[in-house]
């Protein structure tokens, strides 16, 4: 059965409104993730100093942009987008953030909240069996394909999902190497920072 085309989805559903065509270069260090993982990275660390690109409908529109998806940029739509990204942080940091209420369990709630708003509906194609998203409001189009496209990350690949193993980064990847061993979001960012410090380190002892 295909899997479900985001792109194409949003699009027909952008013809109920004015889709936003943003021209502004996109800020983030890690970009072309899955979806569910690419909407997590729309926070990150800058010189120890966290960003969001969603703390408004300018910065939604570079994400929806990236992603392929043409619906219109708008508080509905960001306020949607942002209550998915929460669920996500929840069940994929879930098990790091125990001590601040953030467990799986309750992450995995909220995952399922936000599934509530669409649903798959079975086609039959030219081209054979499809599946069809059906929303019961657009807005929650993108949100609901970042948490959809999570649960096909939990079923193809779940020791795969991973997040950057330097302490002072939130970004998060799908490991797609050979041996499954990537650690780091980019080595020349993190994977060299992380040599650096080993290197002070040792330094400093000797």
């Known amino acids: 059965m295909e899997n479900v085309n985001r792109s194409s989805t949003l699009k027909r559903l952008a013809a109920e409104g004015s889709p936003t065509v943003s021209t502004a270069t996109d800020p983030r260090p890690l ?31 570079v994400w929806l942009a990236a992603n392929g998806l043409g619906l219109p940029a ?16 929840a069940v994929v940091d879930g098990p790091a953030r125990e001590t601040a209420g953030g467990t799986r369990a309750a992450g995995a709630e909220r995952i399922d909240g936000v599934l509530a708003h669409g649903r798959i509906r079975l086609t039959l194609t030219p081209e054979g069996p499809g599946e069809r998203p059906e929303f019961e409001d657009p807005a929650w189009g993108p949100g609901w394909l970042a948490a959809r496209n999570y649960l096909e990350l939990l079923s193809t690949s779940p020791d795969r999902i991973r997040r950057c193993a330097h302490e002072s980064c939130v970004l998060h990847f799908l490991d797609t190497s050979r041996n499954g061993t990537r650690r780091w979001c980019s080595m020349a960012s993190c994977g060299n920072r992380a040599k650096a410090s080993r290197h002070y380190a040792r330094t400093k002892e000797g």
């Open 74 to 89: 708008d508080e509905t739509v960001l306020r949607h987008t942002l209550q998915a990204r929460d669920a996500l942080r």
């Open 31 to 61: 970009t072309g993730e899955p979806l569910s993982l690419d909407l997590l990275n729309t926070r990150w660390i800058s010189d120890g100093v966290p960003q969001d690109l969603l703390t408004d409908t300018g910065g939604l529109a």
